[in-house]
C-alpha cells in the first residue's frame, strides 16, 4: 500500500547511519520491534575492564613481547615503564632467550638498576589470555632525576590494544597497590604535552596537572618527545577491597 510505514526499511536505514558508532540489535516480540544501540567504546572498556589482569613479568610471556616491540617499532625504541633500561645497561640482546630471561630476573628484584641513586621498583606486565599488551612500573620513592624529569609511574600499552581504557585500569590497580603496600599519599606522573591518551588517563584516575617542564636534552633523552606535563595523582580510593594484591601476584597461563 502506498504511503504504509515500513519497519524493514527504518531499521535498516538505522542500522547504515549507527553501524561505526554502536551494535544495533533488533527484538520483536507481541507485535512490537525494539531497537538496542550499544557504544563500541563501551563494549571495548568492559572487555578490558573484566579479562585484564596484571602479573609479574616472566619468560613465558618471550614471544608474545616480541611481537609487542615489533608493533612499537622494534628494538631501541623507547617504551614508558618496561624497565628496557635495565638491559641496556646489562647490554642484553633480548633476542635471545637466554637474555630475555636475565632481563625478566633483573626486573623482580627492588633494585634492578645498578645505580647509586637507584630507587626501589615494582615491574608488572599487562595481559589478557596469555597475551603481552604492555608493562607499568612503579617507583616507590623520587630522587632528584625522577622529581625533576621522571615522575613514579610509568606504563605504555602495545599500539594494537590502545584506546580501550587499559592503562586507565592498570594505572588505578597500581595506585591503590602504592596507597596500601608503600603508604603513599600520592604519586608524580608525567607525561608529554601532545600524549592527549596519556593525559586523558592520568586525569580519569585523578591527577591534577601541576606544572610544564619545558622540553631539554635531558627530558628527550628519557624519551618526551616534547614539553612534558607533571600530575599529582592521590593513592586514595584507587584500592578496591584486597583485588590489587591478588592480580599483582598472579602468574599469567601459557598461551598455545
Request: glycine share 10%.
Amino acid at each position: 500500500m502506498s504511503g504504509a510505514f515500513r519497519w524493514p526499511q527504518l531499521i535498516e536505514r538505522v542500522r547504515r547511519t549507527y553501524e561505526r558508532l554502536c551494535r544495533v540489535d533488533v527484538t520483536r516480540r507481541d507485535g512490537s520491534i525494539r531497537l538496542r544501540l550499544t557504544s563500541f567504546a563501551l563494549e571495548a572498556d568492559h572487555y578490558a575492564m573484566s579479562e585484564v589482569s596484571l602479573v609479574t613479568p616472566t619468560a613465558g610471556l618471550y614471544e608474545s613481547w616480541l611481537d609487542s616491540r615489533d608493533e612499537w617499532g622494534g628494538a631501541g625504541v623507547h617504551q614508558p615503564g618496561s624497565g628496557l633500561g635495565v638491559a641496556r645497561q646489562l647490554g642484553l640482546d633480548l633476542e635471545s632467550r637466554s637474555e630475555f630471561e636475565r632481563w625478566v630476573r633483573e626486573l623482580l628484584q627492588p633494585m634492578a638498576t645498578p645505580r647509586p641513586d637507584a630507587v626501589p621498583v615494582t615491574n608488572w606486565w599487562i595481559v589478557r589470555d596469555g597475551r603481552y599488551l604492555g608493562s607499568i612500573q612503579l617507583r616507590h620513592r623520587l630522587n632528584d632525576f625522577l622529581a625533576d624529569v621522571g615522575g613514579q609511574i610509568g606504563y605504555g600499552i602495545r599500539p594494537s590494544e590502545r584506546r580501550k581504557r587499559i592503562a586507565t585500569r592498570a594505572l588505578r590497580q597500581v595506585l591503590g597497590f602504592a596507597g596500601d603496600r608503600i603508604e603513599l599519599s600520592s604519586v608524580l606522573i608525567t607525561c608529554d604535552e601532545e600524549n592527549v591518551g596519556s593525559r586523558k588517563t592520568i586525569e580519569a584516575c585523578g591527577g591534577v596537572l601541576d606544572s610544564v617542564r619545558r622540553s631539554d636534552e635531558i627530558s628527550r633523552g628519557v624519551g618526551h618527545a616534547g614539553d612534558s606535563l607533571r600530575f599529582w595523582v592521590p593513592t586514595a580510593g584507587s584500592y578496591h577491597g584486597g583485588e590489587t594484591s591478588s592480580i599483582c601476584q598472579r602468574q599469567p597461563p601459557a598461551r598455545t
